[in-house]
């Protein structure tokens, strides 16, 4: 199923003027330009943050290497950083790093093994050390897109985006409508705060466990 379209920045613009009534000063709003671009673009940074908007999760792969243990976010969250799950392949299967490195792993940090935990700081860090080469499944929230040209899309549901901007522009200019933009605002915010964030977004620090060590193959690592 292919990803949704959503409208551009200018297609926006012209609805919430023609809902408070400015819809022939033309698509570019004139004075107003500037105020209404803002209530749409706050509008979809806090919607942004509310919940994890299913057409923007999706994984990032990339390499870890011998004796490494600190990685660079994906470019493609680099800014807000939203991390779901890491996911590591080990022996041909796939299997879940725990978030939160304790104060007791960093004394066997240079143990080498395959990474069990991560930490998010400015990079990633990574327990243990790595053994070898593996690939990490980052699963993330990918960052919003450019949002401050006419042309620019939303990022996510337009719909959520222009009832918020209309809301608070309706409030702004005082209009005898915004209340009930205001109830139905809160509706929908109500709606999405009941939504559950992935289950990473909240981890409990414990004692690590010693690091496992790869298994050793007779004929390949040990020799009878």
Known sequence: MPAPTYRT???????????????????SGGAN???????????QNMLYHLQ????????DEV?????????????SCSRHRR????????????????????????????TLSYPQRYERYEQISLWPKANG???LRIWRIRDLGRFTEDNDRCSIDDSMVLLHATTFAKA????????AYQG??????????????????????????APLQRPQVVGRDVFP
Request: proline content about 3%; hydrophobic content about 40%.
């Open 9 to 27: 920045l200018g297609e926006l613009r012209r609805v919430v003027l023609a809902r408070l009534g400015f819809g022939g000063q033309g698509a």
């Open 33 to 43: 330009q500037v105020l209404i671009d803002s209530f749409l673009q706050e509008g």
């Open 52 to 59: 994890d908007w299913n057409n923007l999760k999706f994984y």
């Open 63 to 75: 390499d870890v290497g011998t004796e490494q243990n600190v990685i660079d976010f994906p470019a």
């Open 83 to 110: 991390i779901l799950k890491i996911e590591l392949l080990n022996g041909g299967l796939w299997r879940e790093l725990r978030e939160g490195i304790p104060t007791d792993a960093w004394n066997t940090m240079d």
């Open 133 to 135: 080469v593996y690939t």
């Open 172 to 179: 702004h200019y005082r209009q005898p409508d915004a209340s």
């Open 184 to 209: 139905q605002l809160d509706t929908l915010l109500a709606s999405i705060r009941g939504y559950s964030f992935g289950s990473n977004s909240v981890y409990t620090r414990c004692t690590a466990d």
